[in-house]
């Protein structure tokens, strides 16, 4: 059963970054979590900045359990969140649960006027207020975007330690959706009116990436400034319809290549041996789930072809869709072949990164496999990438 309800909340998880309304996002998450745990409500309290106060945005569960959406709020100073926030609070653990709290009561060894003492008893009595049984936050860095409130298993048995850290990583999936929904909905409404302002919410959008895989910081801007390399260089060559626009889309679209990783469970990502076949599967889903994210941009058509098609390889042994020659877009050939550069020469979990005169060599000898000879061609002059 334990094996059952962890797929569904990493299928659950992996569906969130295709939504881009939070409520439903939420709704949709906590369902699955009601469901799959046995719970008899869940809610979701989401940081609201014009209240600067954390507000219950959705609730799920029996009738007479679940708290109404909207009708909660709770202040930065209430005991819950200060249990996540304030550093001078000892509180052992980042999950609250009503036992660990009565337990901590009992165990401190401190006066009954205490404050510590007295702090526990108020966090008692706020999780007895929400009938909660147990908080999990969800961060963004060092924020606190919203915590997860889950009421009693309706087996009336306690929560173990393989739920609690399962469904903590799910609250940082939720938050990390939530932040892109948000930023796409930000880059629908910028696109059009300022686009100094577009470029730093992409750069936002892209930082959410490396935040997912703290392998990867920095991976995104060096694939930009590696394609824009080549491009500019390939440009003498080839005619390149559209100028302006095809550099300024390649540039987008390489800082986003990546987006359909916020779909792929961490435990994959920072695996530091080889993958099984499962999970390599998942992760050749991330260009498909990238081009969902970004379908939705309609100025962001150009941008999506080197997003969707970054993995096929020239030859036609490339992936999702093994495009073949000319039918890969220039755009996805220029992308492939700088973010291959950059991963050969970047140490990751399961490989030590290797020169990059070795990386050259490499990608000399797959030129006409791999990598469009357009575009080997114009990287060989442009390296090693001189600024």
Not at 20 to 30: D, G, Q, S, V
Not at 83 to 91: A, G, L, P, R, V
Not at 180 to 199: P, S
Not at 235 to 263: C, M, Q, T, Y
Request: proline share 3%; net charge positive.
């Amino acid at each position: 059963m334990k094996l059952d309800y962890r797929k569904a909340l990493e299928k659950a998880a992996r569906q969130t970054i295709m939504i881009h309304r939070a409520n439903t996002l939420i709704k949709m998450i906590l369902r699955t979590i009601v469901r799959a745990v046995g719970l008899s409500h869940a809610g979701m309290f989401i940081y609201d900045k014009k209240r600067d106060e954390y507000v219950l945005q959705v609730s799920r569960g029996s009738r007479g359990f679940k708290i109404p959406a909207g009708f909660a709020k709770i202040r930065k100073d209430n005991p819950l969140i200060r249990c996540f926030t304030d550093k001078s609070i000892y509180f052992p653990g980042e999950i609250i649960t009503a036992d660990g709290v009565s337990g901590a009561c009992e165990s401190f060894g401190i006066g009954e006027n205490a404050p510590m003492k007295k702090f526990l008893e108020e966090v008692k009595d706020a999780l007895f207020s929400y009938q909660a049984h147990a908080c999990i936050p969800g961060f963004f860095r060092n924020d606190l975007v919203g915590v997860l409130f889950l009421g009693e298993k309706a087996n009336k048995k306690k929560f173990h330690d393989a739920e609690l850290s399962f469904l903590s990583t799910l609250a940082s999936d939720i938050v990390m959706a939530l932040k892109n929904a948000w930023l796409i909905e930000d880059l629908n409404r910028q696109i059009d009116a300022n686009k100094r302002l577009l470029l730093q919410t992409i750069a936002s959008l892209a930082s959410s990436i490396e935040a997912k895989d703290k392998y990867t910081i920095g991976h995104t801007e060096r694939v930009a400034k590696y394609a824009l390399h080549i491009a500019h260089v390939l440009r003498k060559s080839k005619p390149i319809k559209n100028w302006e626009r095809f550099v300024e889309n390649l540039n987008i679209a390489a800082l986003l290549h990546d987006i359909g990783k916020i779909g792929i469970p961490e435990h994959i990502l920072h695996k530091n041996v080889r993958l099984n076949k499962k999970e390599k599967k998942l992760v050749k889903t991330h260009p498909l789930v990238g081009a969902a994210i970004l379908e939705h941009i309609e100025a962001f058509q150009e941008v999506l072809l080197g997003v969707k098609y970054h993995h096929e390889k020239y030859d036609g042994n490339g992936y999702p869709f093994r495009l073949k020659g000319r039918q890969i877009p220039l755009i996805a050939s220029i992308i492939a072949l700088a973010d291959t550069f950059d991963a050969m020469v970047t140490d990751r979990p399961y490989h030590k990164g290797i020169s990059r005169e070795q990386a050259r060599a490499e990608i000399v000898r797959n030129r006409g496999k791999q990598f469009a000879p357009c575009a080997v061609d114009a990287f060989l002059k442009a390296y090693p990438f001189r600024t």
